[in-house]
């Protein structure tokens, strides 16, 4: 039984340092790199709030399975980070690591800006509502639907407008 209990204590804490390790590597990688100088300090941010929120569910799941906490902080974390990330959509530039990558998106300049400010402006009343739904759904199961349903309504909303603002132009 100690493998399980292994893994579940070095997991998180290694998919944090891989989520650095991978974020400093990425965007050298990037056949659209000169972009990422108009957003720098927007791609460090998403990635300190990926790492930071991690870290913090990490701490949350913990604590539950030690009876100190409630699992509705995982939800709730989740929501924080999908509002904080979200926010600063509207700042990236087109890039084929981070933001909403569809084939309009990308291949259209207009399609990318329209597509991340639409989604920076979704991206906070969908946060909300995963963390009304993590406090307001029983535990269990539904607990992943409180974060998946908003999540999907977020990314098919984004997807499908940003089709129709490559189509406009």
């Known amino acids: 039984m100690l493998i399980p209990r292994l893994l579940a204590v070095v997991y998180v804490p290694a998919l944090m340092l891989a989520a650095i390790l991978l974020w400093h590597v990425i965007w050298k990688i990037d056949p659209k790199k000169s972009n990422y100088e108009s957003f720098w300090p927007t791609y460090?941010?998403?990635?300190?709030?990926?790492?930071?929120?991690?870290?913090?569910?990490?701490?949350?799941?913990l604590g539950h399975l030690l009876h100190i906490g409630s699992i509705r902080v995982v939800p709730t974390m989740i929501g924080v980070?999908?509002?904080?990330?979200?926010?600063?959509?509207?700042?990236?530039?087109a890039n084929w690591w981070i933001g909403i990558r569809t084939p309009w998106t990308l291949s259209s300049e207009q399609s990318w800006?329209?597509?991340?400010?639409?989604?920076?402006?979704?991206?906070?009343?969908?946060?909300?509502?995963?963390?009304?739904?993590?406090?307001?759904?029983p535990v269990g199961k539904t607990t992943a639907l409180a974060v998946f349903v908003p999540v999907l309504l977020w990314a098919l909303s984004?997807?499908?407008?940003?089709?129709f603002y490559a189509k406009e132009r």
Do not use: D, E
């Open 44 to 61: 460090r941010y998403i990635g300190g709030v990926i790492v930071v929120c991690l870290g913090l569910i990490y701490l949350a799941t």
């Open 113 to 137: 800006i329209r597509t991340h400010r639409l989604g920076g402006q979704l991206g906070i009343p969908m946060g909300i509502l995963i963390i009304v739904l993590a406090w307001v759904l």
């Open 158 to 163: 984004t997807m499908a407008a940003s089709y």
């Open 81 to 93: 980070m999908f509002m904080l990330i979200t926010n600063v959509l509207p700042r990236l530039r």
